[in-house]
């Protein structure tokens, strides 16, 4: 199995920055995708961006430009950083990992409120 904690939620303005951390532990060997998701109110979970385990990224199209996934394997962290942010930016945030075997786990998000 493997526990997700993520972190760096908050209120920023519309324009601002954040930075979304998401730590990895337990059956991290296994791990070979690691993905953002995102929930605005009333509206369904969407994928955000996606980095695998060879490093290689993707991203929704709102986001290119916007926002960068990275990893930190010593870490064990997958990091969003959030920029220009937008009022329809405003979602809980959940980090996903896909292992090897096919075992999917999530985290229990963090809430991004952007003010316009």
């Known amino acids: 199995q493997v526990q997700l904690v993520e972190s760096g939620g908050g209120l920023v303005q519309a324009g601002g920055s954040l930075r979304l951390p998401c730590e990895a532990s337990g059956n991290i060997a296994s791990i070979i995708t690691m993905s953002w998701y995102r929930q605005a109110p009333e509206k369904e979970r969407e994928w955000v961006s996606r980095i695998h385990s060879g490093g290689f990224t993707t991203y929704r199209e709102s986001v290119k430009g916007r926002f960068i996934i990275s990893r930190n394997n010593a870490r064990n962290t997958v990091y969003l950083q959030m920029n220009s942010l937008k009022p329809e930016d405003t979602a809980v945030y959940y980090c996903?990992?896909?292992?090897?075997?096919?075992?999917?786990?999530w985290g229990k998000g963090t809430l991004v409120t952007v003010s316009s």
């Open positions: 996903r990992v896909a292992l090897v075997s096919g075992p999917l786990y």
